[in-house]
């Protein structure tokens, strides 16, 4: 990635920080990670070759909790980049208000380009790297890009060779290793939880309003998916070889069965191909990207038409574009609120393996609903309050909680 995303996530923290009149010392300790490791990791690829690569692991602020984040497998994972999502994981778990603090990991590889077996090896040794900095009450990963159950099945497999059986280590997990009902589509169902919530507040009619969104792995397949059963119109998808575009809407099911068959969604014959540059440019009522960060940044934010933004993805929009879309008065709903379902229903899966007991999916989905709805009320109300952005209210919210524990605990 070229543009330093933690510079531009602190760019968010400071400006809040002003605005809270955080004095110096609590914004020194909240700004910086506590521990960032770096490891190399030599892999036997299947060819009988040796190949390197390099894994980290980023927690960024305890105070409220374990450290808590996924880790991403992508080729442009770099150490700068996982302290980015590691701070947006503090912000976020304290907004909605679950015991943790935040962390991320990142291998820089490009799963697709890895047999099975070599991810099962590349992702033991990872583990087996990071191992002494993480446990359940500790540090727990979760799926993020590029990763997903399986990974997070060896990751939990790895951990226990050394430490005994441990499901709590990992969330994300498979359902017959200990994951939850109701993970797997906990991202994508809390983006559509939000939407609902955004559309009542602002009087749209959701199933007339037409739905871009970009990404199509976890988060977008499953907001699509569930926007969709409910009756909204997606007119465009992409993965990262571009998009479908049909302005009658797409077919969603069908969608899912082609991309599961395939891996694609641009060759999907029920639309026109479009690339991910005109997917964000469309005519249309809502975006969600839900892919990868910093795609909508300074060069194409005017020309974006949509009126509200729901960032399934962490980071998409750059802070030159933040300030272009409120002046022109678009809706951009934060990443650290529309995304959160993922990290609250990884919180009801380390519950369920601490408890050893096993929710029904329909209480994960209840008690999901409620957290972030109340998050996304708290969020409006203090932006309608102190006429700040939702942004800015989420990032308030969320780092008043982290300063007010980081005092409690006190430092010397
Ligand atoms: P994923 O790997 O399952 O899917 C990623 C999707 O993005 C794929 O469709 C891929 O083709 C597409 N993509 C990749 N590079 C692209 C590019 N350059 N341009 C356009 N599309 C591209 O990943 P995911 O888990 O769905 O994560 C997507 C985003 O959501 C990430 O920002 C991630 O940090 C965030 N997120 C994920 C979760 C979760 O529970 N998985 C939770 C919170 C936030």
Redesign the pocket.
């Known amino acids: 990635m070229s543009i330093n995303t933690f510079d531009q996530v602190n760019h968010f923290f400071d400006k809040t920080a002003d605005r809270l009149q955080l004095d110096q010392g609590l914004r020194d300790i909240m700004k910086q990670p506590y521990r960032e490791l770096r490891v190399q990791l030599p892999i036997r690829m299947d060819n009988g070759d040796i190949k390197v690569f390099t894994g980290y692991r980023v927690q960024h602020n305890g105070a409220r909790g374990p450290y808590k984040g ?1 880790v ?1 497998y992508h080729p442009e994972a770099d150490l700068e980049e996982v302290r980015a ?1 590691a701070s947006l994981m503090t912000w976020k778990t304290a907004l909605v208000d679950i015991p943790y603090g935040g962390a991320k990991g990142g291998v820089q590889v490009d799963p697709k380009l890895l047999s099975t077996d070599e991810l099962n090896r590349l992702t033991r040794r990872y583990t087996q790297s990071i191992e002494h900095v993480i446990g359940p009450n500790r540090d727990i990963p ?7 159950g399986q990974t997070m099945a060896w990751m939990m497999d790895a951990y226990g060779q050394l430490r005994g059986h441990t499901p709590a280590i990992v969330t ?1 997990k498979p359902i017959a290793m200990g994951g939850s009902l109701g993970r797997e589509a ?2 994508g169902r809390g983006v559509t939880y939000i939407l609902q919530a955004v559309t009542k507040d602002l009087a749209i009619d959701m199933k007339k309003a037409r739905i871009v969104v ?8 499953w907001a699509a998916r569930l926007i969709y059963e409910s009756g909204g119109t997606i007119t465009a998808v ?4 571009g998009g479908v575009f049909n302005s009658n809407g797409l077919d969603i099911g069908q969608l899912v069965e082609h991309s599961e068959n395939t891996g694609r ?1 641009s060759d999907f014959n029920g639309g026109q191909p479009i690339s ?1 540059q005109e997917l964000l440019e469309l005519d249309c009522d809502i975006l969600i990207p ?4 910093n ?1 909508i940044h300074k060069d194409n934010a005017a020309n974006i038409k949509a009126a509200i933004i729901l960032e ?5 929009t750059t802070p030159e574009a933040d300030e272009i879309l409120t002046a022109r008065g678009v809706s951009v709903l934060p ?1 650290i609120l529309v ?5 609250i229903v990884s919180y009801f899966e380390w519950t369920q393996n601490i408890q050893e007991f096993h929710w029904e999916e329909k209480r994960v989905n209840e008690e999901l609903k409620k957290k972030i709805l109340h998050a996304y009320y708290e969020v409006q109300n203090r932006a309608n309050e102190h006429t700040i952005t939702l942004r800015e209210a989420a990032f308030e919210i969320g780092v008043q909680r982290v300063a007010e524990i980081v005092e409690l605990r006190g430092f010397v």
């Open positions: 996924g991403r999502l979760a799926p993020d890009l590029g990763t997903h994300g906990a991202t970009q990404g199509f792995g976890n988060v977008g397949s992409s993965g990262v070889d969604v991910n839900a892919a990868i960060d795609v399934g993805a962490n980071h998409p990443d995304n959160a379902g993922g990290v």
